[in-house]
């Protein structure tokens, strides 16, 4: 099964995704992590998107669909989650041609909704673990008083550069102006599911569950 989640920044999408690879074993591809690790990597593409994605801005159409493309002869047995991708018209016009080219086709689109004032206050208490992406957050699951990451031990925690207020408003815009027109996209196309991302990361699970079963 092929599924998109789709979200405005701090849904909860990367958390979710993370959950359906452990208990589905499905693969997850987030453009927000390839686009990250070629910036980390210092390659050319890497410095050209550096500056866009900490202003909060999207990176062009055409280097992120390169990206997914790169990706999608991976073994995949049960299916790929797409996570931040796709962001605009043109790139889900894209992934619907290049799942039919390794002749996949989309199964659903999980919308997960949250309202706008808990999305700021999610994303400044933002953490995650550098080594193995584990994500905290200062109010409801904060790192662990002894330093080490619970899921893998390492002591490196991280805060995204784009995890502050200013480049939060333009994410936020950008979503609205050009991902939200996705929403009626699906709904259109029969594949939308909305579900409510406030509540509990293991309430939201079983909506998503329930939304693809
Ligand atoms: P968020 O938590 O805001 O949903 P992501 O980790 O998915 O963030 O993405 C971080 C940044 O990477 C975005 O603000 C944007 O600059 C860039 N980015 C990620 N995916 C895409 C995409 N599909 N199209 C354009 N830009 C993208």
Request: with cysteine; net charge negative; aromatic share 4%.
């Amino acid at each position: 099964m092929n599924i998109i989640l789709l979200g405005p920044p701090g849904a909860g999408k990367g958390t979710q995704a993370r959950i359906l690879v452990e208990e589905h074993g499905m693969v997850q591809l987030s453009t927000g992590d390839m686009l990250r690790a070629a910036k980390e990597s210092g390659t050319e593409m890497g410095d050209i998107v550096a500056d866009v994605m900490a202003r909060g801005a999207l990176v062009t159409d055409d280097i992120v669909i390169g990206l997914i493309r790169e990706q999608l002869n991976t073994v995949n047995a049960n299916g790929f989650i797409f996570d931040g991708f796709p962001r605009t018209l043109a790139q889900a016009d894209a992934l619907t041609n290049l799942l039919a080219a390794e002749g996949e086709s989309l199964d659903a689109v999980v919308e997960m909704e949250v309202d706008d004032d808990a999305l700021v206050a999610r994303i400044t208490a933002r953490s995650t673990c550098g080594d193995c992406g584990e994500v905290y957050n200062d109010n409801t699951k904060p790192q662990p008083a002894d330093g080490k990451c619970s899921n893998c031990g390492a002591s490196d925690f991280r805060r995204r550069a784009d995890d502050n207020e200013e480049s939060l408003r333009t994410r936020l815009m950008e979503y609205y102006k050009k991902t939200s027109p996705l929403i009626g996209y699906y709904y259109a196309k029969g594949m939308l599911t909305k579900i409510d991302g406030l509540g509990e990361i293991a309430t939201v699970k079983a909506a998503i569950d329930k939304a693809l079963s």
